[in-house]
């Protein structure tokens, strides 16, 4: 059973840093295209970031220059770091696996999901 569990969110303040880890266990991942959305409260489910199969990276216009997606294929985990924080970016984040490894921005188009983990930027 494919399984992903996202670590490393918390609480920081505006221009601070965070990073996110996404562990992927049951399959190997190394082949597909890795996500991050994130969800605010009473907004719909957003693209971030992905990584796909390739190695290729696309990001949200929100989020460009500050964040950073990355993979280890060696301990089957995917990171997101987060600079210069702002609190707009304050969602539950989550991790995605696309195993068609094309990593598109539409979230449909990916299979598993990781239970998320929340991101608070205060002002």
């Known amino acids: 059973q494919a399984q992903l569990v996202e670590s490393g969110g918390g609480l920081v303040q505006a221009g601070e840093s965070l990073r996110l880890s996404c562990a992927a266990s049951?399959?190997?991942?190394?082949?597909?295209?890795m996500g991050w959305f994130r969800q605010a409260p009473g907004k719909e489910r957003e693209f971030v970031a992905t990584?796909?199969?390739?190695?290729?990276?696309d990001y949200a216009d929100s989020v460009q220059g500050r964040f950073t997606i990355s993979r280890d294929t060696a301990k089957n985990t995917v990171y997101l770091q987060m600079n210069s924080l702002k609190p707009e970016d304050t969602a539950v984040y989550y991790c995605?696996?696309?195993?068609?490894?094309?990593?598109?921005?539409?979230?449909?188009?990916?299979?598993?999901w990781g239970q998320g983990t929340q991101v608070t930027v205060s002002s």
């Open positions: 995605a696996a696309d195993v068609n490894g094309m990593g598109p921005r539409r979230r449909a188009s990916y299979e598993y």
């Open positions: 049951g399959r190997t991942f190394s082949r597909y295209a």
């Open positions: 990584i796909r199969g390739g190695g290729s990276t």
